[in-house]
């Protein structure tokens, strides 16, 4: 079975840019995450989708964040304009069943984003 | 907000040796879910115990947890130098997963 796919695995911009990242979960899973991991920390939901409707968006900065799901399937999220804090590693995660805590997240390698 | 702390926050064995670390919550929790991170990598599942569960094994695996001290335990037995990561607790409520600070093991062979 293949896993969660994430792109670019890097990417490196200057603020104010814009950015985006892609998730390909793996197939068949409802519900889809993305999270945010600052260097030394834990990651940190940033947005939840239920097929292709939002169920927690409530730690998203949407000033500057945005994210779709695309057919309930691919999803992207974007940056505009970046900020120096928004440095750090976005992951992706999938799970089967919708509303997930009580079942196993799993997660793509991760997007490491530098802001210069 | 991370809701769990791990304790403690890096870890440094030779192989051979248990490695114990532990986390703390702060509110009540459906179930617990610890998770490992490989440097520059995703999060892999490791184990999830249950609010009802007092302890659980997999493999070199030993996870407590204790409702009542908000806290659980994870012990990797006779560690292997391929262990060497980050392991970070997670706990599961109503709606969502809230991961903890983590803790870096280190495993030297």
């Known amino acids: 079975e293949a896993g969660v796919a994430q792109s670019p695995r890097y990417k490196i911009i200057e603020k104010r840019q814009s950015v985006a990242f892609w998730c390909n979960p793996i197939s068949g899973h409802a519900t889809l995450y993305w999270y945010q991991q600052i260097l030394g920390q834990g990651p940190k939901l940033l947005i939840q989708?239920?097929?292709?409707?939002?169920?927690?968006d409530s730690q998203l900065p949407k000033d500057r964040f945005s994210a779709e799901r695309l057919k309930g399937v691919d999803s992207t999220l974007k940056i505009q304009p970046a900020k120096l804090e928004d440095s750090a590693v976005y992951l992706c995660?999938?799970?089967?069943?919708?509303?997930?805590?009580?079942?196993?997240?799993?997660f793509g390698p991760g997007t490491r984003l530098l802001v210069l | 907000s991370q809701q769990g702390e791990e304790d403690p926050q890096a870890l440094s064995i030779q192989e051979g040796e248990n490695a114990t670390m532990n986390c703390s919550y702060k509110?009540?929790?459906?179930?617990l879910q610890w998770y490992r991170q490989n440097s520059g990598r995703g999060l892999v599942h490791l184990i999830l115990i249950r609010s009802n569960e007092r302890e659980k094994h997999s493999g070199r695996l030993r996870v407590t947890l204790d409702t009542s001290k908000k806290s659980s335990s994870l012990l990797i037995t006779a560690s292997r130098a391929a262990d060497t990561a980050s392991y970070f607790c997670a706990t599961g409520n109503t709606d969502k997963l809230i991961f903890g600070t983590g803790t870096r093991l280190q495993v030297f062979p």
């Open positions: 509110t009540s929790i459906n179930n």
């Open positions: 995660a999938s799970s089967l069943v919708p509303g997930g805590p009580q079942e196993t997240q799993y």
């Open positions: 989708f239920q097929n292709n409707g939002v169920v927690d």
